[in-house]
């Protein structure tokens, strides 16, 4: 899903596509998109977490690190975490619904994977993938169709959320 954005950058670097969320279950990151900052030697230079080239302060440390090499005091002060996190069985009852969503769409059973994409949002509500995975499929007009539009965003997460709520 990234590569358009890497391509239409320009980028020249190596990016990983974490298809099946395998890095992000590892470290409990539940949103997108992230980034995992490695040096030459594979050593991790930033710790997992939210990346957006599009805020300026990220892209000068970023642009820093690459050209010296010198890892930006902000990214070794940072919250982000380099702990392995442990899923709670709520958790990896929704991954293996994503999974299993995943599988049904390279099927092309798009009703079916809807089907599990809400299963696991109920499941894991704070768990963006999920959450987004389950936009795109399901309204890719506004997932999909020209800038990222955050309002929209918010207000489907607000009506999801109150359905959450007048579920229970």
């Known amino acids: 899903m990234a590569k358009p954005w890497v391509e239409a950058s320009g980028g020249t670097y190596r990016s990983l596509l974490d298809q099946h969320n395998s ?13 995992i900052l490695l040096d030459e030697d594979g050593r991790l230079a930033r710790g997992v977490g939210s990346v957006n080239i599009d805020q300026e302060e ?4 970023l642009t820093r690190w690459v050209e010296t090499g010198a890892i930006p005091k902000s990214w070794i002060d940072s919250d982000n975490t380099t702990e392995i996190h442990e899923l709670n069985g709520s958790e990896r009852e929704a991954d293996a ?43 890719p007009e506004a997932f999909y169709d020209g800038n990222v539009d955050y309002t929209w965003q918010k207000e489907q997460m ?6 959450l709520v007048s579920e229970s």
């Open 23 to 35: 890095i992000g279950k590892a470290y409990g990151v539940k949103f997108v998109p992230i980034g």
């Open 58 to 61: 990220f892209r000068e440390e």
């Open 97 to 139: 619904r994503f999974q299993l969503a995943i599988i049904l769409l390279e099927q092309e059973k798009k009703d079916e994977a809807i089907i599990e994409l809400k299963r696991a949002f109920r499941l894991d509500p704070k768990n963006w993938l999920i959450r987004k995975q389950l936009w795109a499929v399901e309204l």
């Open 158 to 163: 607000a009506r999801e959320d109150a359905a």
